[in-house]
């Protein structure tokens, strides 16, 4: 039985987390591979809702997945695809299966993703969402109604700390904070100034919440210039391509997986976070890897 | 209207190069009818459109040089036009029956003529093709 | 206002497959305004028209009349006679006055010519830009009269989300501006920040009951 | 009331043997609404003419066609025929069966004669009278600027009997006027003497033009003035507002940026080297000078005349050693061949270089290095003293002020854009003129010559004190406008604005004195809410309903 997240949280100098991205279909297998592969070398396991608006297994049916092979799932909810009704149902029943901790997200546009044409639904933003589970933590729901059996969820969210400009962004992180949140998942980030700027930003607002870095590996040059072109909110510096251009070829995901472990080492004995989120979509079977070599395992 | 080419002719530019054309003794086909105008920018699609209705095998619109529209802007405006007009004559599939925009100058009666006869060309070629 | 565009001619084309003599029918108010459907462009569809049946051999007879509001019946009733001629209208106003349209004469095929795609207004010549969503429960005084709702891509009410690209763009569009990144602004130059630090509660969505219906002071 | 049309055909003497007159005007006379054909010889001649004003009168023609020569070489003067016989001018359409029909086509072209007349006919069908009216106009002319041109602009329009303001921002007048003294040795001082001692003049300082509204013969300008608003009326506004210069530090011309460059003076600009040559308490003299310039896609009549007479200057003062790197010497301007000449005689280095010279610090010392083109080997020089290239740009405020007056810039910034209509002073706004450095890189020739043409302009455009305008004839129907600016717009000239008739709502209105009758909004109108008298939808689409019945 893994620990709670919460537990983690209070009492882990350095947590580790990452994703498990759910296939196209209904064959499950590869995201059990991923769980038996990662469930007992990180602290949770973050499912994506949908991710990049791109219809999938549901984020809901492989956290009960993780569950049942004894991980510690984290649920990733947008509010992209479900009116507050939908959201509030898939919690009761999320949390009546035992996952305990939700992550609010706004949700990416649905023009990016593969059903361009669907309706949008953002109902609700994602700090109105995070009041929406403190409510359902409550004990009531939206429209204040009692609820049978208690909720307690663990609630985190994310952030953008290299955006530019980063002021709107930080009165958001702001509102979120004042909302309450116990732990922020970042957008990944490269430059650590930047990050220990955000750092300094939300302890003097909340001490207590924990702020997990995003980890996001870089495996090549090609890679590094399309997300600074079209991922918002990330910025690779030129030193780091620079690194990746030296590095032989075929080696590129080897040298990306170095720079994240050295980031992480760097994050940890410099304590400018409590933790990492390391987001490898795709390659997930390679995260252990940046684990070892970030002295992780 | 037996394969008239209908040309709106701007009177600071085209109009005194179809004047010199016939002054100098340069040929181009009796086809061509000029219709005045003040400036390619007082002619809109709508007049493209009707000439092609009322049985034109082609419409010019020719109009001052580059950077040289006596009204600033309405030898742009023209051309923008007639790129619109032929996109909605693509749009019903009438490829046969050019729209099309010249620039020339008042004293460029060549280039007058080598736009009618390059629309006469051009007229001829796709109703081979057919 | 209330802006529209042109449907695409296949379309247009299709729906009048089956007559050969239409009433092109345009309205002289917002749709005028933004080049949509005002008398200038009920002359162009109508030659356009022509021409495209005309080349099928097929042609096809039209009248155009374009009245000051075709969301009102008695500027629509004006039309009667020239209705009372054709087999169906084509018309080139907003969806509103569409329906107006094809309730005033019910027994005539009404085809909508635009599709109607917001209430918005001019940035420069030919460009027309959203602004107001219609939600009936204006946010405005919060934001610095930057209208969240439709200006933000995803409607958000409580500050941008985390796509905002470089120098304040949309996470969707490099050329439209992040709306959240305007109100600060905005909010910023008034001194006025503290509006975008409150939270706002979920927004009501029924504001406007569907079908909507607003009813003034009895004058 | 179906109208009377007469056609007068005319067979100019005999030139047009390709046609025959009599089958013509047979074929004529049938299309609908012509009361008369007439065949006259020479049409334009004083007989013709005459014939013409008798036939119109005895068959009471309310509409009139002359087929014949182009309308661009006599319409005038059959509009004149018309009006001496009680019609209006624009009650004529012409054919033009000489230049486009008679002379462009060999063989018989009676057919086609046929056609461009029944145009004509379909056309002047349709045709309306044009009101004129004398409007009465300011002949006061503000003059922005208060530099040479102008000052010199003032000058010479006070001498045609006009009534300049000149309106400078600065405290006093010439202030950057002080290069002009130097090189082309005018003397500014008492010009400004003579302006401000002219009773016609006046000098408004320390004021800044505002808000501009009106057309040419009646602009409603405002004016700032040390706080205080003040409004005025003027027929004519002439740009005089000069350019500056900035050394071409850091601007990728190859020079050091400034932060890189050793002490303040060893690089100058034509201006301090002036001051330098001048300063009678200093004792500085480079031994070598070396002067780059041209390099800049602009045009180098002005840095070719400094370098001329600096280095001139230099030559005499010091005994320098100078070489002057450059692509080109401009020597279009008067009396600049000369200098150059002089230049040569006594000594000074001209190296003539295609790529940008290299400069480099070297031991306190400017090393320049470039590929000399006829030498076709690298040349070094090392100077004591480096005058950079100067770029040129227009004076602060130009683009504000140009946007006041809805008035575009060229890529640069300068007014003007070379337009070959409007070209050298015109610009698109009539009544609004430019003169002098404004336009950009000018010698002293052509300022001349722009304050020549500019005050021709606006002599021939206010002096007799009323202009003729044709009245509403583009007009927005106030029935149809529905406001949507569109007009206002794109009309090139800003001869359209939202205003009121007569307390009615807001509608376009066009200014009969602004709008130079290119119909570009006529043709944009989403209402169809804009007539053009003569070139109306309905007259034009009659003409090519006319070809299309042929």
């Known amino acids: 039985m893994a620990t709670p997240f919460r537990e983690i949280l209070r009492t882990k100098s350095f947590v580790v987390t990452t994703e498990v991205g759910p296939d196209k279909g209904s064959n499950v297998s590869k995201a059990i591979e991923h769980i038996g592969l990662l469930k007992d070398k990180v602290d949770g396991l973050n499912v994506t809702d949908n991710q990049s608006s791109v219809m999938r297994y549901p984020s809901l049916g492989t956290c009960l997945l993780i569950k049942e092979h004894g991980g510690e799932p984290v649920l990733q909810v947008t509010c992209r695809d479900r009116n507050r009704l939908a959201i509030q149902a898939d919690l009761l029943f999320a949390y009546s299966r035992g996952i305990s901790n939700v992550l609010c997200l706004t949700g990416d546009s649905i023009d990016v993703g593969d059903h361009k044409e669907a309706k949008q639904v953002f109902d609700l933003d994602s700090v109105q969402l995070i009041h929406l589970v403190h409510t359902l933590n409550s004990g009531k729901d939206m429209a204040g109604n009692e609820l049978s059996g208690g909720i307690d969820f663990c609630i985190g969210t994310s952030a953008s700390p290299s955006s530019d400009p980063l002021e709107p962004q930080l009165i958001k992180v702001e509102k979120k904070l004042k909302a309450g949140v116990s732990f922020i998942q970042t957008q990944a980030v490269y430059e650590l100034d930047e990050l220990k700027r955000f750092a300094e930003f939300v302890r003097k607002m909340d001490e207590e919440v924990k702020i997990l870095a995003g980890i996001v590996p870089v495996i090549g040059v090609k890679m590094a210039a399309y997300m600074n072109e079209n991922v918002p909110g990330i910025f690779i510096p030129q030193r780091l391509i620079d690194e990746l251009a030296e590095a032989p070829k075929g080696t590129g995901v080897s040298k990306g997986i170095e720079i994240s472990a050295r980031m992480i080492r760097q994050l940890k004995e410099e304590r400018i976070c409590d933790g990492v989120h390391i987001m490898f979509i795709g390659r997930e079977e390679r995260v252990p890897e940046i684990l070892e070599a970030a002295g992780l395992l | ?130 | 206002m209330i802006i529209a565009e042109r449907k695409p001619m296949e379309e247009i084309k299709q729906a009048m497959a089956l007559y050969k003599k239409v009433l092109v029918a345009g309205c002289g108010t917002c749709v005028t305004v933004c080049w949509a459907g005002g008398e200038k462009e009920v002359g162009i569809l109508a030659s356009q028209l022509r021409l495209a049946r005309s080349a099928e051999g097929n042609e096809i007879v039209t009248l155009e009349a374009t009245v000051e509001r075709q969301c009102e019946k008695e500027m629509v009733a004006e039309l009667e006679d020239k209705v009372a001629e054709v087999e169906a209208v084509l018309s080139l106003a907003c969806g509103s006055g569409v329906q107006v349209m094809a309730e005033l004469f019910e027994d005539k095929p009404v085809f909508p010519a635009v599709n109607t795609t917001f209430i918005g207004m001019p940035q420069k010549e030919g460009l027309w830009v959203e602004m107001c969503g219609a939600c009936g429960d204006c946010f405005l005084d919060r934001t610095g009269g930057i209208c969240p709702m439709v200006r933000c891509a995803k409607g958000l009410l409580n500050g941008p989300c985390g796509g905002t690209r470089k120098g304040g763009k949309c996470e969707i569009d490099p050329d439209k501006d992040c709306a959240w990144v305007l109100v600060y602004r905005r909010l910023e130059k008034q001194g006025r920040l503290d509006l975008m630090r409150q939270y706002y509660t979920p927004k009501n969505f029924r504001a406007v009951k569907r079908p909507g219906r607003v009813q003034a002071a009895k004058a | 009331m179906e109208a009377r049309i007469g056609v007068f055909i005319c067979n100019c003497g005999g030139g047009m043997k390709n046609i025959d007159f009599d089958a013509a005007g047979a074929k004529v006379a049938k299309i609908r609404g012509v009361t008369c054909v007439n065949l006259i010889s020479d049409l334009c001649l004083e007989e013709g003419t005459e014939k013409m004003a008798a036939r119109i009168r005895a068959e009471n023609l309310d509409k009139v066609v002359v087929a014949g020569c182009s309308p661009q070489f006599k319409e005038h003067v059959f509009r004149n025929v018309l009006e001496n016989a009680g019609l209006d001018g624009h009650l004529l359409c012409m054919a033009n069966i000489r230049e486009q029909c008679s002379w462009a086509h060999d063989g018989d072209v009676t057919e086609k004669a046929v056609d461009l007349v029944k145009m004509a006919v379909y056309k002047a069908r349709l045709l309306r009278p044009v009101e004129k009216q004398d409007i009465a106009v300011d002949r006061k002319v503000l003059v922005v600027g208060g530099g040479f041109s102008a000052v010199a602009s003032a000058l010479r329009l006070s001498r045609v009997g006009l009534r300049p303001t000149v309106l400078e921002k600065e405290a006093v007048l010439g202030t950057s006027s002080e290069e002009l003294q130097r090189f082309y040795g005018f003397d500014v001082s008492s010009m400004i003497g003579a302006a401000e001692g002219d009773a016609n003049i006046e000098v408004l300082t320390s004021a800044r033009m505002t808000a501009a509204k009106g057309a040419a013969g009646d602009f409603l300008v405002t004016i700032m003035r040390e706080g205080e608003e003040i409004s005025r009326k003027y027929g004519a506004i002439v740009f005089a507002t000069g350019y500056r210069t900035e050394l071409a530090l850091d601007s990728g011309l190859g020079l050091p940026a400034e932060n890189e460059a050793v002490s303040g003076p060893k690089i100058v600009s034509q201006e301090q080297l002036f001051d330098m040559l001048n300063d009678p308490f200093t004792d500085t003299k480079p031994r070598t000078i070396g002067f780059v310039f041209g390099f800049s896609d602009e045009n180098s009549r002005f840095p070719t005349l400094a370098t001329l007479n600096n280095a001139l200057a230099a030559k005499k003062e010091w005994d320098s050693e100078i070489y002057v790197f450059c692509r080109d010497v401009e020597v279009d301007s008067e009396g600049v061949e000369k200098l150059y000449r002089e230049a040569r005689e006594c000594g000074v280095v001209f190296l003539k270089c295609e790529a940008l010279p290299r400069i480099a610090v070297d031991n306190g010392r400017i090393a320049i290095e470039a590929e000399d083109v006829f030498l076709g080997e690298d040349t070094v020089v090392a100077c004591d003293l480096l005058v950079a290239e100067e770029l040129l740009f227009p004076t602060e405020g130009t683009a504000a002020l140009s946007s006041l007056l809805n008035i575009r810039l060229d890529s640069r910034g300068f007014y003007q854009d070379e337009n070959v209509h409007l070209y050298p002073v015109a610009s698109e706004r009539k009544g609004v003129f430019f003169v002098g450095g404004c336009r950009g890189d000018l010698d002293m020739g052509r300022v001349l010559t722009d304050i020549s043409s500019a005050v021709m302009s606006i002599d021939k455009l206010l002096s007799s004190g009323t202009i003729t305008a044709e009245i509403e004839r583009v007009k927005a129907d106030p029935q149809k406008c529905v406001a949507c600016l569109t007009c206002i717009r794109v009309c090139p000239h800003g001869a359209v604005q939202l205003g009121r008739v007569d307390g009615g709502k807001e509608i376009a209105v066009i200014a009969d004195l602004a709008c130079d009758a290119c119909g570009i909004c006529a043709a944009v109108c989403p209402a169809k809410a804009i007539d053009f008298q003569g070139y109306r939808d309905d007259q034009l689409l009659a003409q090519i309903e006319a070809i299309g019945e042929s």
């Open chain 2, 1 to 130: 209207m037996n394969g008239r080419i209908i040309a709106f002719c701007c009177e600071h530019s085209a109009y005194p190069a179809a004047d010199l054309a016939g002054k100098l003794g340069l040929h181009y086909p009796e086809t061509l009818r000029i219709i005045r105008v003040p400036c390619a920018g007082r002619v809109d699609v709508i007049h493209m459109l009707r000439a092609l209705e009322k049985g034109a095998s082609a419409v010019l619109v020719l109009g001052c040089e580059d950077g040289a529209c006596h009204h600033i802007t309405g030898n742009i405006r023209a051309r923008e036009r007639v790129k619109h007009c032929d996109m909605l004559l693509r749009e019903i599939g009438i490829d046969g029956r050019p729209v099309v925009m010249f620039n020339l100058s008042p004293n460029a009666p060549h280039k007058f003529v080598k736009a009618a006869n390059e629309i006469t060309k051009i007229i001829k070629e796709s109703r081979e093709a057919r």
